[in-house]
């Protein structure tokens, strides 16, 4: 079964510092692969997806993501976070052929320190 | 465009009683999905529509809950008894999706925090 193993619970950072959430995924065939956010007291939304082409995407706000298929991870990173990106953060995949069923992380809380 | 609409917000209830929930998805959106977010993981998929037909319901337990999307628009999710177990937010989330692709943008709902006593 699908399964996705995201490796820090809470995450605490300063404003400016660098970010790297990471997110393992156990699947051997195709898939496509999303990070959501929640901001407090909002719904999930998308921030980016991968689906094929060039394994570095990048998604709103600055976040980008990294698709490495040999260690089946899909790292988010940011290169300098605003206190504004407080929020839980999900890391999703569904496989191909699916129909849009997403297998979810356990999530990661970022707090920034302004 | 207008989001996905869910009520109630919050609900409590005691164990054993009965427990409903709407979603209206996003206009023209096909595929709609249920999540069930346990405090401290993440959403996990109950049940999935594609229009008003069943695509995927493997993880819900069918000895307790129902869903139904009749004219393929809006759904109610319910719970009957519900269990200590069931305490979650229940996420509704829409895709337009004609065709189910794996690769489409879900939307969701704000979703109904539900507290069993």
């Known amino acids: 079964a699908q399964s996705v193993s995201q490796h820090n619970h809470h995450v605490i950072l300063s404003e400016a510092a660098s970010l790297e959430l990471g997110c393992n995924y156990s699947?051997?065939?195709?898939?496509?692969l999303f990070w959501y956010v929640q901001y407090p007291g909002q719904h999930l939304q998308l921030l980016l997806k991968?689906?094929?082409?060039?394994?570095l995407v990048k998604g709103i706000k600055g976040f980008e993501a990294e698709f490495i298929k040999s260690k089946f991870s899909f790292n988010l990173r940011k290169p300098s976070v605003q206190w504004s990106d407080t929020a839980e953060y999900f890391c999703?995949?569904?496989?191909?052929?699916?129909?849009?069923?997403?297998?979810f992380g356990q999530g990661t809380t970022l707090q920034v320190k302004p | 465009e207008a989001g996905v609409a869910q009520s109630p917000r919050y609900k409590i209830i005691e164990k054993r009683q009965s427990v409903a929930f709407w979603c209206n998805p996003i206009?023209?959106?096909?595929?709609l999905y249920w999540y069930q977010q346990i405090l401290g993981q993440g959403p996990k998929l109950l049940i999935q529509?594609?229009?008003?037909?069943?695509?995927?319901d493997s993880q819900l337990p069918k000895d307790r809950f129902s869903a139904e999307r009749l004219k393929g628009v809006d759904s109610t999710l319910k719970i009957q008894p519900a269990k200590l177990e069931d305490s979650a937010v229940y996420l509704c989330?829409?895709?337009?999706?004609?065709?189910?692709?794996?690769?489409?943008?879900?939307?969701f709902g704000s979703g109904t925090q539900l507290s069993v006593l």
């Open positions: 699947y051997g065939g195709t898939v496509n």
């Open positions: 989330a829409s895709s337009f999706n004609p065709r189910g692709l794996a690769n489409e943008k879900l939307f």
């Open positions: 529509f594609q229009n008003n037909g069943v695509v995927d």
């Open positions: 999703a995949v569904n496989a191909y052929g699916n129909t849009g069923k997403l297998i």
């Open positions: 991968y689906f094929s082409g060039d394994p």
């Open positions: 206009s023209g959106h096909a595929t």
